[in-house]
């Protein structure tokens, strides 16, 4: 059959798996400064979706698209070493403080720049917003249509894949036409480790705003290897509308935000011994929350 | 009139638990509004469907009936909902956060250009001042849900753009009948005339819908185990717990992740919320991500090696121990003491 031309969609999100005693600060807000980031897991499920698609139909091309700070630029060399062909960044201030509306929008702008594909994966959804809301409303902004919660793909012919869903309490198996949009649910199969030949290849790989920094002999071998140059798109390179973009494209805004806070509890504490078990029993079968 | 309008999901001729849900607490929204409260349904065999639906106080239900509306798509769907909306103009619509809901309601809302709030877990009625426009937006939704792990409760509005829209998580409003004679008035969907053969170019080849016998929702006990039970061959010990008690056996995102316990039984902010009478917390340290989803348990015992587990901050019985020696004397001296 004939090689695919698949757009991976990926995102930098803060660990939210792991938090830390120190991330919250006093006041309630989140402090992402002690908070590491990562390659949101969903989308490492969908790039190794898309790199299994490579292995099998030869000549297909993995092209990794991210929408972030300068900093995500790190996910976009993980991406190169774990086996993409190409990584592009949609970065610029403007797109700040952006919901799922304008981010849709956002990314379709950058999709309808790269233009030619048959494929979209993403990750089913973000560990930091957990929405799932930006594959569906790309898939509408492109008009093309959507599978969601992919755990498997089954067959790919020349225009028709057949992709197996994960639902809340079942399994289904659809066929759609392509191009269209499909994102891939968590418990799908975990990405491949990096190639260590790939580590070696794309080690100095870098967006403009970091080449801005960049030594001499970075900048010299950025001329002798234009494969390390990370692609990086602002708001004009895009076409994007002011409006649509950034807060002022976002519909929803944060009215307020509440730490999670424990109510004080008296509790009791007990040590492992039979008796201490066995009082706590005697009590629990008085109270009739159990017996 | 800008009405408070829910999606409601229906397969084999039954509207889904969450829609009923969804339909109480929109009756609730629409009561403080002062607006109709209004329902759609698209599915196939629908001729006695309002009448799981009328009792939740609606006013008026929309409803597609065809047999390729039955497993829902996503085109299809969309298609029906946006007429709806565009030609009712209602301020708030709702939709369950369920596979169905997550999969819709963005779509709907990204061909509406207006705001999307997923997976909350409080809705009200309240205003807003937007100190730039110097002016203060009354009656909106305010759309609650918890964010970044569930460690921060975030209140999401949208005051420009319409209808408000929001996903709503499964067990966490009350299924409350209104007036079980209320009568709805119904709108039927001329489908033929809105939906072409483009539509229906996802084809479902294959569905296997296990019928769970998983009830964490309705369980008055659940003995949960999270990552410090081990194995997936120490969460037996739990199941026994659990049976001896009359309770049902859950377990956090980190013990699912590893494979101790099977999805579904998955309780947190990515799984099901409970509300039991008792909860027994096992090897679970306590991550926001799982309290979120269990501390509205009437009683909490937590068994951890680690005195300072989170987890023991909301427990009213704090056991300090190995579980694998706690469980086993806690169903002896049960046993001892109900006999």
């Known amino acids: 059959m004939n090689p695919l031309k698949i757009i991976v969609l990926a995102k930098q999100v803060p660990d939210t798996r792991n938090l830390g005693s120190d991330a919250m600060k006093p006041d309630g807000t989140v402090n992402r400064a002690k908070i590491p980031t990562i390659f949101n897991p969903d989308d490492l499920s969908a790039l190794e979706m898309a790199l299994h ?26 991406s190169l070493y774990l086996g993409a062909d190409k990584a592009i960044m949609i970065s610029d201030r403007r797109f700040g403080g952006a919901d799922t509306l304008a981010t849709s929008y956002t990314i379709a702008q950058a999709i309808k720049k790269i233009k030619d594909y048959d494929l979209i994966l993403g990750g089913r959804q973000a560990i930091d917003g957990d929405t799932a809301q930006v594959g569906p409303q790309t898939a509408e902004k492109l008009h093309i249509n959507q599978v969601t919660y992919a755990i498997e793909i089954s067959e790919i012919t020349d225009d028709k894949i057949v992709v197996k869903r994960k639902l809340d309490k079942g399994i289904e198996i659809v066929e759609a036409l392509m191009p269209c949009l499909i994102t891939v649910h968590g418990s799908a199969p975990e990405c491949r480790m990096p190639v260590a030949k790939r580590v070696m290849k794309y080690k100095y790989a870098r967006s403009k705003t970091e080449m801005t920094k960049a030594e001499d002999w970075l900048q010299e071998l950025h001329k002798e290897r234009p494969y390390l140059k990370i692609e990086e798109w602002n708001v004009e390179d895009i076409e994007a509308e002011k409006e649509k973009i950034g807060l002022a494209g976002s519909p929803t805004k944060v009215k307020s935000i509440e730490n999670v806070v424990f109510t004080a509890n008296e509790s009791k504490v007990l040590s492992d011994s039979e008796a201490d078990i066995e009082n706590m029993i005697k009590e629990l079968i008085d109270h009739h929350t159990i017996g | 009139m800008k009405n408070v309008l829910v999606y409601c999901e229906a397969e084999n001729q039954k509207v ?9 607490a929109g ?45 829902y798509t996503t085109l299809p769907h969309a298609e029906l909902a946006i007429h709806i909306i565009k030609q009712q103009e209602p301020q708030i619509v709702l939709f369950g956060a369920t596979a169905t809901g997550r999969d819709l309601a ?27 426009e110097k002016k203060e937006y009354k009656n909106l939704l ?61 084809k479902i ?10 009830n964490l929702k309705d369980a008055p006990i659940i003995v949960a185990g999270g990552y410090g039970v081990g194995s997936k061959e120490n969460f037996k010990q739990l199941f026994d717990l659990a049976e001896v008690l009359g309770g049902e056996v859950g377990g956090s995102r980190a013990a699912v992740d590893a494979g101790f316990i099977e999805h579904e039984r998955q309780i947190g902010q990515t799984g099901v919320t409970v509300r039991p009478k008792l909860y027994i917390a096992a090897g679970i340290s306590g991550a926001v991500q799982h309290t979120a989803g269990m501390q509205n348990a009437a009683m909490i015992i937590a068994i951890n090696t680690d005195k300072n587990a989170p987890i023991n901050q909301i427990a009213d019985y704090i056991i300090t121990g190995d579980l694998n020696e706690v469980i086993p004397k806690m169903i002896k001296t049960y046993k001892k003491n109900t006999k």
């Open chain 1, 53 to 78: 698609i490579k292995d099998r139909v030869p000549g297909t091309s993995v092209t990794v698209l991210t929408m972030g700070p300068p900093k995500a630029a790190d996910i976009m060399r993980d």
């Open chain 2, 16 to 24: 889904a638990e969450i829609s009923q849900e969804l339909l109480s």
């Open chain 2, 27 to 71: 009756k609730k929204l629409a009561e403080k509004l002062g607006v109709q409260l209004e329902a759609m349904v698209f599915s196939n065999k629908l001729d006695n469907i309002q009448t799981q639906i009328s009792p939740y106080g609606v006013d008026k239900i929309y409803i597609a009936d065809d047999k390729r509306l039955e497993p």
């Open chain 2, 106 to 132: 963005p779509r709907i809302a990204s061909a509406l250009g207006c705001g999307l709030t997923a997976d909350t877990t409080i809705l009200d009625i309240g205003d807003h001042y937007v100190a730039k």
């Open chain 2, 142 to 202: 305010y759309a609650i849900r918890p964010a970044f792990g569930g460690s921060i409760m975030a209140n999401i509005i949208n005051w420009d753009r319409f209808p408000q829209m929001a996903t709503v998580r499964e067990g966490v409003m009350k299924n409350e009948i209104f007036d079980s004679e209320n009568k709805s008035q119904i709108e039927k969907i001329d489908v033929s005339k809105l939906l072409n053969d483009s539509h229906f170019v996802v």
């Open chain 2, 205 to 214: 080849l294959e569905r296997k819908i296990e019928k769970s016998n998983v």
